[in-house]
């Protein structure tokens, strides 16, 4: 396969989602803190639309990542806002981690 804009062949789908996120007045929370979420962090970053990560790591959530703050998804449900989650982390975890969201009680498409 021959990359048409190579690292940009998101960017009009991450526009969209991004508007979506406005629409409903709602702030986003990237479900992962590593280099997966870099681009989407740049994208989100823009919009003043990130409010930080959730990673299961404790020691990313001592250091923070990309001058946001780094939580738990139990900190998360704790906080009881009302904010999207977007799973931003390799596909060997994506899984799991729906896996998870699920047994907290989030919905696909709806958190």
Sequence with gaps: MKWINKGHQYDEKAKDIIK????HDKGVFLY???EKSKGIYKTLENYDCLK????????????GYL???VISIEEFILRKENF???ISTSNAYVSEIETT?????FEHYNN
């Excluded at 979506?20 to 629409?23: D, Q, S, V």
């Excluded at 959730?54 to 250091?63: L, N, T």
């Design 84 to 86: 999207w989650i977007v």
């Design 20 to 23: 979506e996120f406005l629409r």
């Design 52 to 63: 930080g990560f959730i990673d299961a790591s404790k020691e990313k959530q001592k250091k």
């Design 101 to 105: 969201l699920k047994k907290c009680g």
């Design 32 to 34: 992962g803190a590593g």
């Design 67 to 69: 001058k946001e703050d």
